[in-house]
């Protein structure tokens, strides 16, 4: 059979069907990703009240099942990716004590259960794996589990529903309060340590700091706080100041990643004039950095190292970025502003803790 003349320079009809059926699976891939990665829809509100909810038992936190991560298990937080600075949580001298995000998500009751297997293997193999573990070159790492507030739960603005909301929230700081209570008591002996959480985590990290440690004879053992995901002024320590260069200790960091040029709903009663430290230059003024400066963002496979794929520059309590990558079509990444960054944050921590380190050596001779 004889070909139409162009028929050789026009693809099948077939072909462009394939390649959009290619396209569609990808982007439902990412999108799938997105969901698991800190729970299901978050469309879902908890129908009954708070007093109506299950309240499970609190973790005992001498019991190691009651941890996500910690220096005497084996967990996902020791892995590494190839191409990084290798794993040395053995010779660590510091710790790092990390709140992980929301990764429950229920219409049936406020706070998870730290029983709950299922959900305790979707949190290790995502949030644990992809968060926490971007210390172990430089710390030791405790990660406690606890009775996190239902993703559901951040939704609703009704009077009643921000009630519930807040005994939910409370629920779940009591337990990030008694792991760290049990920490201090029977795992630091007397270690310099990093505070750290994404989202929830950054949200009870900030109540930690201020409760715990802003203006206590521990402010002297924080080697530097890294809480990106919860908005908070700069100003929201008394005594703990913002990180304003790399190698500055005994501070403070947060960020929310945005797509340059966008401003969330939320942004004049939330975001605007809260804190916000650049990833790639670790200033908090409005200098750009360009992407020589980032030194890569770990994939969803935990496997590959993307640099110089970022600029990134501070906008009135936002961090605006470049679009990242082809399947990144959200103008919020949330869920990355860790992982777009995991490779600076990475040399950063190890920059801050030698600096606190040979500080302190000098302040004892």
């Known amino acids: 059979m004889k070909r139409k003349p162009g028929s050789m320079l026009r693809p099948k009809k077939s072909t462009f069907m394939l390649l959009h059926q290619m396209l569609m699976m990808l982007r439902s891939c990412f999108l799938v990703f997105v969901v698991i990665l ?43 990716p190839e191409g990084v600075t290798p794993e040395a949580q053995a010779t660590a001298a510091v710790d790092v004590f990390f709140i992980h995000p929301t990764t429950f998500n229920s219409g049936q009751q406020w706070n998870a259960d730290v029983r709950d297997a299922a959900l305790n293997a979707a949190t290790d193999n995502r949030a644990i794996l992809h968060q926490p573990s971007v210390f172990n070159a430089s710390c030791r790492v405790f990660v406690p589990r606890y009775r996190q507030m239902s993703l559901s739960g951040f939704r609703g603005q009704s009077a009643e ?66 809480l990106p995901g919860w908005a908070f002024k700069p100003d929201a320590f008394a005594h703990i100041p913002p990180c304003e260069s790399p190698g500055q200790t005994g501070c403070v960091m947060g960020w929310n990643t945005y797509l340059e040029n966008t401003y969330p709903d939320a942004y004049e009663t939330y975001y605007k004039g809260s804190l916000s430290t650049n990833p790639l230059n670790w200033r908090i003024d409005e200098q750009p950095a360009p992407k020589s400066l980032h030194r890569g963002m770990l994939m969803r496979n935990y496997k590959i190292i993307r640099p110089q794929k970022i600029r990134a520059q501070n906008h009135d309590g936002l ?33 801050r803790v030698a600096a606190y380190l040979d500080q302190h050596k000098l302040e004892g001779e």
């Open 38 to 80: 800190w729970g299901c829809s978050p469309k879902l509100l908890p129908e009954i009240s708070f007093a109506e909810s299950p309240v499970p038992p609190p973790p005992d936190y001498s019991q190691l099942s009651n941890w996500a991560a910690h220096p005497d298990k084996e967990d996902p937080a020791d892995r590494t």
């Open 161 to 226: 529903r921000q009630q519930y909301k807040q005994q939910a929230l409370e629920l779940a700081y009591s337990d990030v309060q008694a792991a760290f209570a049990y920490y201090l008591e029977h795992e630091n002996h007397g270690r310099p340590f990093i505070l750290a959480g994404h989202s929830q985590g950054a949200l009870h990290g900030i109540h930690l700091l201020k409760e715990k440690v802003d203006g206590t004879e521990l402010q002297d053992r924080l080697v530097a706080a890294y």
């Open 319 to 351: 961090l605006w970025i470049n679009r990242p990558h082809p399947l990144w079509w959200s103008r919020r990444y949330h869920i990355g502003d860790i992982n777009l960054f995991w490779v600076n944050i990475r040399e950063n921590v190890a920059l």
